[in-house]
């Protein structure tokens, strides 16, 4: 018991010791909310483990003697003391720490060595205990009048850590939260009214300096909304990660969102092409430290971030100062907006670095900087569009002088133009004149060279039963004028006896006899000699068609067989025709034109298998006909050498031949796709190399016109 007492005793002594060694701060009716840090002794807890008791008990507390303590990053936690006196008239006093980044706070009252009352809030706090619900970090707690006490506060935080503890009355509390709130009310209001403009603007004339500009008004009302306790309050008030996070986060967006409305407002990219690549380190080690904050390792986060958004603030600086050394007229205007928004957060720092005094303007210069710049940039921007309106009013002046001058050069190039269209074109029509000429000559050659080989061959066909008539003529020469010595004679008798034996016997000598026998047959050889020859006439003729220049009815199959037997004695020993010819109605056509078709495909079909068999007798060409869905079909087939793709896409075109120099002009199958074409047809053709050719005419049976004009 005795001991107990002792130690109560020793307990009291030492508070009282400790009471009697810190300044204790007074509060009364009349006191502001004004931070208490002069008030205010503090010391480290580098465990975090030091319990309230532990702390009581500790004497290593040491005054801060400054009106807003500043702490710095630190992973320790820190314990401060303030020693209050109520000679209010009012026993519930209010305690205010207007630093929302703060992650945990955990407050003690102690009156007379006991913990009377505790408070647990802050951003990492998920459930506050006995805490107000406001924008700041604030609690309740009773004092009795006239007494003292003693206010234990630990904090927790990987951020930069403040404490601008205010102490007050519910009245004085009251008062501060009042102006607090109309301050900001301004701020988000004029924010407000400056990112409905922009966005006005935006949607209006759709310019990418003003979308750019009006993410970047968004992101610095959110960024500082968050700074002042409004987005965890209004927007998020549960939400835990947000709470710790969404500051940093969102100052990096607005950094770089920053930085990307400098770029396009003044131009940077097109004025200075190397310094505005330096952005992607900035973006790079902003990316790094992100991470880093809000993965492993948070103070090493948080302490990069710091080494990259400052120095980006200080790098837009200087590019606006060098782009209005350029003459940048907008330059000018971001460069002092950005100039009024830093002065703002140095005023910020230096604030909490007790340089300046901690007061309600130094206390929001920050929110009211960027406040200032929204306006002017809004100014700048206005002034851009003005800037814009009159280079292009400029530029139309000089294009509209630019077109003028053109349509004089062009007027006067259009009467050059004239003149020499009018001299190309008579040289044009005498050159068109002089191809026709020259086209007509080189069918005339082709009809010629055709003509050559189909002499040749009628030549020879027609030699034989020439050879017949000729051949018959001598001895029927021979014998009729012995048969007429012989009439002669017997004419001149006049009927003696004698003179009728000297005519036997002459008739006996001359063998008039035999040659009246031998009369019959060689008459018969000349008649199948003269008829054969009118045979190959008649298929020349019909052939040809020389006497017929209109479209008319015509027997196809008849025109075939007239072209085969004119081409077969030029095909003899290397080449067989096989005519498979179907019933076919009269069709209206060009005869001669539509056998010269048929010919150059036969002639074509023989040379190609001459060119793979030579003279071996092997080749066949099938000509094949048929009549279908009021169209006729011509097919020559071959087992010639055939054509590969590249000749195939070419065997239509003028003068185009694979024969060598001397064989061939190359316009036999360009005259015959032409022919064809007039008649209202089509030719196609399929080919395998080394195995033969196959070409279909197909042609109408009835031609929609009277007359199809043929040439060549």
């Not at 500082?224 to 835990?240: C, D, E, I, K, V």
């Not at 302490?303 to 000018?332: C, D, K």
């Not at 005519?579 to 023989?606: E, I, R």
Request: with cysteine; charged share 20%.
């Amino acid at each position: 018991m005795l001991r107990t007492l002792t130690s109560l005793l020793l307990g009291f002594l030492l508070f009282q010791q400790a009471l009697m060694s810190q300044e204790t701060y007074v509060i009364t009716d009349g006191s502001e909310m004004r931070p208490v840090g002069k008030f205010i002794g503090a010391t480290e807890d580098s465990s975090r483990n030091l319990s309230i008791k532990d702390v009581i008990a500790h004497p290593g507390f040491r005054m801060v003697e400054s009106q807003v303590p500043n702490f710095g990053l630190t992973s320790a936690a820190i314990w401060s003391r303030v020693r209050l006196q109520n000679n209010s008239s009012s026993s519930e006093l209010i305690a205010s720490i207007p630093h929302p980044e703060i992650e945990r706070i955990d407050a003690y009252l102690v009156i007379s060595g006991s913990v009377v009352r505790k408070v647990s809030l802050g951003q990492a706090v998920p459930e506050k205990v006995n805490a107000i619900v406001d924008l700041d970090h604030v609690f309740r707690f009773d004092v009795p009048i006239g007494s003292l006490a003693d206010l234990y506060i630990r904090l927790e935080s990987n951020k930069q850590l403040q404490l601008p503890l205010a102490i007050g009355t519910v009245r004085a509390y009251s008062d501060q939260r009042s102006v607090r709130n109309s301050i900001l009310g301004l701020y988000m209001g004029v924010m407000a009214v400056l990112l409905l403009y922009n966005l006005f603007i935006f949607l209006s004339i759709r310019d990418r300096s003003y979308g750019t500009y009006v993410l970047y008004l968004t992101l610095v009302a959110f960024t500082q909304a968050t700074f002042l306790g409004l987005s965890q309050y209004y927007l998020w008030p549960n939400n835990h990660w947000l709470a710790v996070n969404a500051s940093m986060v969102f100052t990096v967006l607005t950094a770089i969102a920053a930085n990307e409305f400098m770029n396009s407002f003044i131009r940077v990219p097109e004025s200075l092409p190397k310094i505005h690549r330096l952005k992607y380190l900035f973006y790079g080690v902003i990316v790094v430290g992100l991470v880093a904050r809000l993965t492993y390792w948070p103070l090493e986060g948080y302490n990069l971030l710091q080494m990259a958004v400052g120095p980006l603030a200080l790098y837009q600086l200087i590019v606006s100062a060098v782009m209005v050394r350029r003459g940048s007229r907008t330059g000018v205007y971001f460069l002092i907006a950005w100039t009024v928004f830093l002065i703002g957060i140095v005023v910020f720092i230096l604030k909490d670095f007790n340089i300046l005094p901690y007061n309600d303007l130094t206390k929001y210069t920050m929110p009211l900087g960027s406040a200032i710049e929204g306006v002017l940039l809004s100014f700048g921007l206005a002034d851009r569009i003005n800037v814009l309106r009159r280079e292009k009013e400029r530029s139309q002046a000089e294009a509209l002088a630019a077109l003028q001058e053109n349509e004089r050069i062009i007027r006067d190039q259009n009467a050059i133009l004239e003149q020499k269209v009018t001299e190309r074109t008579h040289e044009l029509v005498e050159a068109n004149e002089e191809i026709k000429r020259t086209q007509v000559q080189l069918v005339n050659a082709e009809k010629m060279a055709g003509l050559g080989q189909l002499t040749a061959g009628i030549a020879h066909e027609i030699n034989n039963p020439i050879n017949f008539i000729i051949s018959n003529i001598p001895p029927l020469r021979r014998n009729l004028k012995d048969m007429v010595e012989v009439v002669g004679d017997f004419r001149a008798t006049k009927g003696v006896e004698a003179d009728m034996k000297s005519i036997h016997e002459k008739c006996d000598q001359l063998g008039l006899d035999e040659s009246i026998a031998e009369l019959d047959g060689m008459i018969a050889s000349i008649d199948e000699g003269a008829r054969r020859t009118a045979e190959i006439v008649q298929g020349l003729r019909n052939f040809s068609r020389l006497d017929e220049d209109a479209v008319k009815k015509a027997d196809i199959n008849e025109g075939i067989r007239s072209t085969i037997g004119l081409l077969s004695p030029q095909v003899k020993g290397h080449a067989v025709f096989n005519a498979a010819l179907a019933d076919l109605p009269m069709a209206d056509c060009h005869p001669g034109k539509l056998n010269q078709a048929v010919m150059n495909l036969l002639t074509n079909a023989a040379q190609a298998i001459r060119a793979r068999h030579g003279d071996g007798g092997e080749g066949v060409v099938s000509i094949r006909s048929w009549h279908e869905d009021g169209m006729i079909t011509i097919a020559v087939q071959d087992n010639g050498c055939g054509m590969d793709e590249t000749t195939k896409a070419r065997i239509f075109e003028p003068f185009f031949t694979t024969k060598g120099v001397g064989e061939g002009t190359g316009l036999g199958l360009s005259i015959t796709y032409s022919i064809v074409q007039k008649h209202n047809g089509r030719i196609a053709v399929e080919s395998v190399p080394g195995s033969g050719s196959e070409f279909r005419i197909t042609i109408p049976v009835i031609q929609q016109q009277h007359e199809i004009a043929l040439r060549a």
